[in-house]
C-alpha cells in the first residue's frame, strides 16, 4: 500500500470508484488513453485545463486531486467545475478575438511595436 498519495493515485482511485477504464475516462473528459495512463503512473503533470476536464467528467473536487484535503467530491464541486469551464471558455473566446485582430491589422500592414 502506498504511503504518500500523490495526484496519480487519487485519479485512479476516483477512476476505479466510478468503475471505468483509462479508455472510458479518456473518451469522457476529452484526454487520451496515453495521457490517462502517464498521469496515474505520475510520469507527467496534468495542465490546468485536463484537471478541470478530468474532476468534471469524475465529479470530484479538483482540491482532492490536487491535495487530497477535501471531501472525495464536495456538493459544489461540479458548480465550481461548471464555472472554471465558462471561465476558460470565454479566455478561449477572447483569445480567438486577439488573434482575428493580429490578422487584421497585420493585412492592414500595421506594424508591431518589436518590428523596426
Known sequence: MELIQTIGTRLKEARDKRGWSQRELAVISGSSNASIS???ANQREMTA???ISVCYALDISPNWLLTGNEQF???NSTAALKT???VIGRYADL???V???EKL???KG???ETDN
Do not use: H
Open 38 to 40: 502517464r498521469w496515474e
Open 49 to 51: 485545463s485536463n484537471i
Open 73 to 75: 467530491n464536495s456538493p
Open 84 to 86: 472554471c469551464f465558462e
Open 95 to 97: 483569445e480567438k478575438r
Open 99 to 101: 488573434k482575428s485582430l
Open 105 to 107: 491589422y497585420l493585412a
Open 110 to 112: 500595421v506594424k508591431n
